[in-house]
DNA sequence: TCGGAAATGTTTTTT
DNA sequence: ACATTTCCGA
């Protein structure tokens, strides 16, 4: 078949071996996706149903992106019958279909984590718990871990380890938030992401009628990014292909990142054990990279202990050495590397869409939009809030939610006084109280006011919202999203609302539900594939809609330099790639150093980010940072010195602004008449070595007097005392223990405003000329 | 009960 | 530094 031309030894071996379980170890750059495409065009070629085809991939981008190869290596339409997807949509789709199975409605909402975050809050209250120390989000990802894990509320509380973890912690009251919330998203007929995942598991594991249905409907099943499935997923796995026991994985140990979210490694590496007679075969020669990249992340990688053992290799060029930017401030970083483009651009004819910038968190975007908007390069940053995070995108969402599903108390509570129409606080108190007593739903008791006693303009008011939210849902049997949607923003006066807000930000919250009520219009009209659901009615836009991410809704061909995080770049490739923020605390970041295991997990992340570049490597680090608004030094990172010296070239560091005068191009007193903000923190700090006194006019003495032991006071961290100082005269670095502000800072005196307190509390006024100045 | 001011939290990564 | 939440006065 022609579609072997092109294709390796180990690479054609893998699309050919058809039956049985397979296990492809698949490099960096090793033209996986490749494989996978080409093996699902040769199964559909050797007769197989596509119906019977199940492919799992990470994101819905990477789905969409397979589905059209295999369309293309075919030329018909048989791939448009495929089941490809991600976990989450996959099993979302099933779901909907076997819901009543499991005690909910088909209609069911999905929440993301806001929304699961939101319900969690809700529920600390209710148990009259300090949400500070009960914190949703904390509160979340151990419920979510859990999950993931498979174990129940009920395991939960029986769990050695969690528990042991709570009560170290001083939360005893998790398990019972957990059952709480369980049981809430029940009523609300909603799920988490994690409960697409652990009810698709109870589903299959206590319906083997079901179980049977979808293990003979999944012949076939490719999984994609293995390495990062959780246990959840893998028992799926594991039940859906027990009868015919046609699995293919594929994956890379190296680029095991997300272990944050449950994904264990233990899976690849387990994976020969819990099925017999595994054919392994590993792709090790890489198609992407030149030699350089390549050998700079096969050195990086070998500090790692726990691995399958490859040798990556590459026939490519040599290329250039990985070039590494060195830089005094974030700022700075931000325009070197603009500059960098700027320059590459019109040197070598690269365009915009052949860079990206990658780092390690999503704030750190923010030096490089900056820089890259006043070189008039146009850019896109991927990830950080989505769209469909924005506040008017939520309203208009929740309110398409309830129609679809009322029970869905979340929701109906945001909606039912936006826009304003006098259904207060205390009138909503007044239904929940209701509703518990009757135990019916919240919707429930809105169909029962005189009964709680409502009457004029209240009953009135909730009538009529009533009567609203019942004529759309009306309109569900007949109407498709798109017209229900539309409708519903004009009864609504959402639209009106939005409408007369002229502000610059009203007029992009309009603009933005415009845009969605487009991306509705559109999900009605296009022609979806004979393998998806033929539902264009909203229950169904819903529940896709909420499983899509940034990266989705990419438009392809744009001419941009993407900026986005390491992870969000997984499985992405760029001619001139810059990894950006190489500094120790940060990337590594300092929540990963304190154990083996997330230590190898961030330099794999690192090795991710340096192999997703073809031709050029930039690596950069600045010597400050802000964080929290505080200036912070930071050294570079371990993994820069981890590379082979010979493949990376040092020498390329903007100079001027680094090496020298650092002291004498900083201003001595760098002083800011403290913002109003900032006077009240310090209120609410005690210390026992001196009453704090509110002032206005903070004058910082000078760095020179002061000495290990010296007692300071800074604007924000409070009071502390001077445990070290190292560095260069010129460039002094000292260690700080504040007790009421997280404890040991480093901080670089040329910068900080610090006073001696121990010495003298002198208001000098004379340095008055710095204030000026600011 | 609303709007502005003050206080407080956030930054590790995401389906 | 910025966003969100809480506080407070009219």
């Known amino acids: 078949m022609d579609y072997f031309v092109g294709l390796n030894d180990p690479q054609q071996e893998a699309v050919r071996y058809l039956d049985g379980p397979l296990m492809i170890i698949a490099g960096a750059g090793s033209g996986k996706t490749k494989v996978l495409t080409t093996r699902i065009a040769h199964l559909i070629h050797k007769g197989i149903d596509p119906f019977q085809i199940l492919a799992l991939t990470f994101t819905n981008k990477a789905a969409r992106e397979m589905k059209e190869r295999v369309e293309k290596i075919l030329d018909n339409n048989e791939a448009r019958n495929l089941y ?208 350089s990249i390549l050998h700079a992340a096969n050195g990086v990688i070998i500090h790692n202990k726990i691995q399958i053992e490859k040798a990556l290799w590459t026939e490519n060029e040599e290329g250039e050495k990985i070039k590494l930017i060195k830089t005094k401030t974030d700022n700075e970083e931000g325009k070197l590397v603009s500059d960098t483009i700027a320059e590459l651009k019109l040197r070598n004819h690269f365009r915009n869409r ?60 945001h909606i039912i006084n936006y826009p304003v129409r006098g259904i207060g606080k205390t009138t909503i108190e007044k239904i929940i109280q209701f509703s518990n007593q009757e135990n019916i739903s919240f919707w429930e008791s809105l169909s029962r006011i005189p009964e709680i006693g409502f009457r004029g303009m209240v009953k009135n008011n909730i009538n009529e919202f009533v009567l609203m939210i019942k004529n759309l849902q009306a309109m569900l049997q007949k109407n498709n999203a798109y017209d229900i949607a539309m409708n519903m923003s004009k009864t609504t006066g959402l639209l009106k609302e939005l409408f007369n807000d002229k502000s610059i930000e009203g007029v992009n919250r309009y603009d933005n539900i415009e845009e ?59 001619p001139c790639v810059f990894v950006v923020g190489l500094e120790e605390g940060l990337f590594p970041n300092i929540m990963a150093t304190y154990n083996r295991e997330d230590l190898e997990e961030e330099r794999r992340l690192f090795y991710v980010a340096v192999t997703r570049a073809k031709l050029k490597l930039y690596l950069s680090h600045s010597n400050t940072r802000y964080h929290f608004g505080n200036l912070q030094q930071n050294d570079p990172s371990r993994f820069l010195d981890e590379i082979p010296e010979n493949y990376i070239e040092n020498s390329y560091a903007s100079v001027n602004t ?117």
């Open 516 to 574: 969605l009520l487009n991306s509705i219009k559109e999900f009605t009209e296009t022609q979806t594939d004979e393998g998806e659901l033929q539902d264009k009615r909203l229950g169904s836009y819903l529940q896709q809609i909420t499983l899509l991410t940034d990266a989705d809704s990419d438009k392809e061909d744009q001419d941009v330099v993407k900026l986005m995080t390491i992870h969000a770049a997984k499985g992405l490739e760029f």
């Open 84 to 291: 490809i997807g991600t976990f989450h949509s996959v099993f979302a789709r099933i779901l909907r279909f076997e819901a009543n199975h499991l005690g909910y409605p088909n209609n069911f909402t999905i929440y993301d984590s806001d929304d699961a975050k939101s319900v969690l809050k809700t529920i600390i209250h209710e148990n009259n718990l300090d949400d500070k120390h009960y914190k949703p989000s904390l509160i979340y990802n151990r419920i979510s871990s859990a999950k993931n894990q498979l174990i129940s509320y009920i395991d939960y509380a029986k769990d050695f380890h969690f528990q042991q973890e709570d009560s170290i912690n001083n939360r005893p009251m998790i398990a019972s938030l957990f059952e709480f919330y369980v049981k809430r998203c029940f009523k609300n007929g909603a799920m988490d992401f994690d409960d697409l995942l652990y009810n698709m598991y109870i589903l299959l594991k206590n319906l083997p009628d079901i179980l049977n249905k979808y293990q003979h409907k999944f012949k076939y099943i490719l999984i994609d990014e293995f390495q990062d499935t959780n246990p959840a997923q893998y028992e799926i796995i594991k039940l859906l292909s027990a009868v015919y026991k046609n699995i293919c994985i594929v994956g890379d140990d190296a680029q095991s990142i997300y272990s944050f979210r449950g994904a264990t490694i233990k899976n690849i590496l387990q994976f020969k054990n819990d099925f017999s007679d595994v054919k392994v075969i590993k792709l090790e020669q890489n198609y992407r990279s030149t030699k």
């Open 658 to 774: 680094w090496t020298t005068n650092v002291g004498k191009s900083i201003p001595k007193h760098n002083i800011k008449i403290p913002s109003s903000g900032v006077q009240s923190r310090m209120k609410s700090l005690e210390y026992p070595l001196t009453e704090f006194v509110l002032e206005t006019n903070f004058i910082p003495d000078d760095p020179v007097k002061m000495k290990i032991g010296t007692e300071v006071e800074h604007q924000k961290f409070g009071f502390g005392r001077i445990l070290n100082i190292e560095g260069s005269p010129s460039n002094l670095v000292a260690t700080i223990l504040f007790p009421n502000f997280g404890g040991e800072k480093k901080i670089i005196l040329g910068y900080a405003k610090l006073r001696i307190i121990d010495n003298s509390k002198s208001k000098d006024i004379e340095n008055n000329e710095s204030i000026k100045r600011l």
């Open 354 to 413: 052949d860079f990206a910038i990658l780092y390690r968190t999503n704030a750190q975007s923010r030096s490089f939009e900056e820089s890259l908007r006043r070189l008039n390069i146009a850019y896109r940053i991927y990830g950080g809030i989505s769209f469909y995070q924005r506040k008017e995108i939520k309203d208009f969402l929740s309110y398409l939610r309830v129609i679809v599903n009322p029970m869905d108390e979340e929701n109906l509570k």
